[in-house]
């Protein structure tokens, strides 16, 4: 059987569902450790760039998914009794947003649009491709990418509002930093609807301890609806023996579906 017969067949079985482990190819991958029994070496060593920094290339996907599937908050990532500094028109627009329990009517993926930085990277898979001069994000959910420059560029001075926004990025030893402006304002930070306006700044770190564990300090500075700077930390498990999956988006039909509900 063909790959792509194999692949269209999993799909009519599985459908979209994120929850679906099956939904993923198991692929064997060159060049991933193994243990003496065949399987992935998660705690071997990170793989190093030609530049000798480490390697973040992998496919990834946010811890909680395995423990919280629903966890796309980003107060479950903030130290534990931990609040988002939210001012008071954060809180409103919060409130109105989760009023009905159903944040989701309203959110940007809802209608075939892209979740922004982080939300879309919870809980769907990740690959991360990095090559000399720029670092690609690949999201499996509709098949879109960012781009990250590592090539010494700056950040655009007033750039046109984009759904991922502008981001460049430097190594300090083993950590990736990224800066990221020039954000739209229509995607929520994360999956409960916490709002953001078009002057966020975001900074993430890269680490990547070994070879299957992947974790992001993202923080956040957005005057307009929040008190002061603020730091999730996420964690990232490799994906061994797999690749992504084609994840597209039918607006017309699930446009309609959230007019009925």
Known sequence: ?????????????????????????????PGTPRTRDGK??????????????????????????????KGRGLEHFMPAGSKVPMLPAAEKFYAEVTGN??????????????DGIPNHMLPIPI??????????TLFEEFYVFRQIFTDGRTLPVDPQPAWF????AHWEK????VDSAGFNDKTYLDGEGLPHSENLRITERYRRPDFGHLVVDFTFTDPAYYERPWTATIPFDLMPDTELMEHFCENEKDLGQIIRK
């Not at 329990?101 to 959110?107: E, H, N, S, V």
């Not at 926004?165 to 460049?168: A, D, F, K, L, T």
């Not at 083993?174 to 930093?177: E, K």
């Open 1 to 29: 059987m063909k790959l792509s017969n194999l692949v269209a067949g999993l799909f009519l079985v599985l459908g979209l569902a994120v929850t679906a482990d099956a939904q993923w190819i198991n692929l064997p991958l």
């Open 40 to 69: 992935p070496n998660l705690s071997a060593p990170a793989p190093r760039a030609s530049d000798s920094h480490p390697d973040l290339s992998g496919l990834w996907i946010s811890s909680r998914r395995f423990t919280n599937p």
């Open 101 to 114: 329990g159903r944040y989701d009517a309203a959110d940007p993926s809802e209608r075939c649009l892209p």
């Open 127 to 136: 690959k991360i491709v990095q090559t000399p001069g720029l670092v690609l």
């Open 165 to 168: 926004g502008y981001s460049v």
């Open 174 to 177: 083993d950590t990736l930093v």
